[in-house]
C-alpha cells in the first residue's frame, strides 16, 4: 500500500516490505472494513525500543490509516543491529 509506505518514511526506515494479504481473509467478518498486510520495517529509530514501543511508532506513522483502510497490521519491526 503507497500510502502506508509514505506515512512509514518518517521512520527513515533502511528496508521495508508491505505485502497485501487481504485476499486470505475474505469471507472474514471484519474483511470488508480494510485491507490486512504483513509489515517488515528496519529502522535505526527502533534500537533500545521495545516491541510495544516499536508498534506505537508505527501505529503513530500509519495514523488514520489503521482505523479505516488498514483492518489488521503483522509487524515484524527490527532495529539495524537485528538484522
Known sequence: MALLRERLAVLQPQ????DDESHH???HAGAGG??????????AGFSGKNT????RMIYDAAGDLMRGR???LSIRAKSPEEV
Do not use: E, M
Request: glycine share 12%; no cysteine.
Open 15 to 18: 528496508a521495508l516490505s508491505i
Open 25 to 27: 481473509h475474505a469471507g
Open 34 to 43: 480494510g485491507g490486512h498486510f504483513a509489515l517488515s520495517i528496519v529502522a
Open 52 to 55: 510495544v514501543a516499536r508498534h
Open 70 to 72: 488498514i483492518h489488521a
